[in-house]
């Protein structure tokens, strides 16, 4: 959308095939302008309710979705606003990387997820060898606008930071897809980037990945 990076405003097909057809109340947590829950909405006849740090943005994702609570996530009091076990189906795209605590958040949120409920989360790989080649070979870090290295991440995470995460939490991890980039940002050459995906170095060529958990 006109305005809005694309990298923070699209649908995000790769988190929609994740959400169950039977899900009823869904919470998009970082929902930018709430194209996927408008899709969520339209396939599932879910109510869908977003959290959205951006004032904008979540004036933009009022006309797609039932709710929008606008606001830092992190300073919200969430259970003024839900019942325990309200939802089926929590969604952190690409949010868990920008709090000051991921892991306190992600430990309360259970309390608002549904027995055998899911999270369905998005989270950039910091091994990605391009984080390696920066500080070995250029002797800096890789600041940037978006992607692995976006400026506003608080935190960062490797596979073992991100199975520590869920551990910590009531969830219990049934899947994690891998997403490989051979170059970091969106370039063609990437379509072929799996096949470069050996044992060896498949760890360093993962620029993302998505968590499936369930209570």
Same mark, same amino acid.
């Given at each position: 959308?006109?305005g809005?990076?694309?990298?923070?405003?699209?649908?995000?097909?790769?988190?929609?095939?994740?959400?169950?057809?039977?899900?009823?109340?869904?919470?998009d947590?970082?929902?930018?302008?709430?194209?996927l829950?408008?899709?969520i909405?339209e396939?599932?006849?879910?109510?869908?309710?977003?959290?959205?740090?951006?004032?904008e943005?979540?004036?933009?994702?009022?006309?797609?979705?039932?709710?929008?609570?606008?606001?830092?996530v992190?300073?919200?009091h969430?259970?003024?606003?839900?019942?325990?076990?309200? @939802? %089926?189906?929590?969604? &952190?795209?690409? =949010?868990?990387?920008?709090? $000051?605590?991921?892991?306190?958040l992600l430990r309360?949120?259970?309390?608002?997820?549904c027995?055998?409920?899911?999270?369905?989360?998005?989270?950039?790989?910091?091994?990605?060898?391009?984080?390696?080649?920066?500080l070995?070979?250029?002797?800096?870090w890789?600041?940037?606008?978006r992607?692995?290295?976006?400026?506003?991440?608080?935190?960062?995470?490797?596979?073992?930071?991100?199975k520590?995460? @869920? %551990?910590?939490?009531? &969830?219990?991890? =049934?899947?994690?897809?891998? $997403?490989?980039?051979?170059?970091?940002r969106?370039?063609r050459?990437?379509?072929?980037?799996?096949?470069f995906?050996?044992?060896?170095?498949?760890?360093?060529?993962?620029?993302?990945y998505i968590?499936l958990a369930?209570?």
């Amino acid at each position: 959308m006109i305005g809005f990076h694309p990298s923070y405003s699209d649908p995000r097909d790769d988190i929609l095939k994740y959400v169950p057809n039977q899900a009823r109340r869904v919470l998009d947590v970082g929902c930018s302008i709430g194209l996927l829950g408008k899709t969520i909405k339209e396939r599932c006849a879910a109510e869908v309710t977003g959290i959205e740090i951006n004032e904008e943005m979540a004036t933009v994702a009022e006309k797609n979705l039932d709710r929008i609570i606008v606001g830092d996530v992190e300073n919200i009091h969430l259970r003024d606003h839900f019942k325990s076990e309200y @939802f %089926d189906c929590i969604i &952190l795209a690409d =949010i868990l990387e920008h709090l $000051k605590d991921p892991w306190t958040l992600l430990r309360n949120l259970t309390y608002f997820l549904c027995e055998k409920g899911l999270v369905i989360s998005s989270i950039p790989n910091v091994r990605h060898y391009t984080t390696l080649f920066q500080l070995a070979c250029r002797g800096h870090w890789p600041y940037r606008d978006r992607g692995i290295h976006d400026k506003t991440h608080l935190r960062f995470f490797a596979l073992k930071n991100i199975k520590d995460l @869920f %551990d910590n939490s009531a &969830l219990r991890i =049934i899947e994690i897809e891998e $997403k490989y980039r051979l170059i970091e940002r969106p370039h063609r050459y990437n379509r072929i980037s799996r096949y470069f995906a050996l044992p060896l170095v498949k760890p360093l060529l993962v620029f993302q990945y998505i968590v499936l958990a369930e209570k």
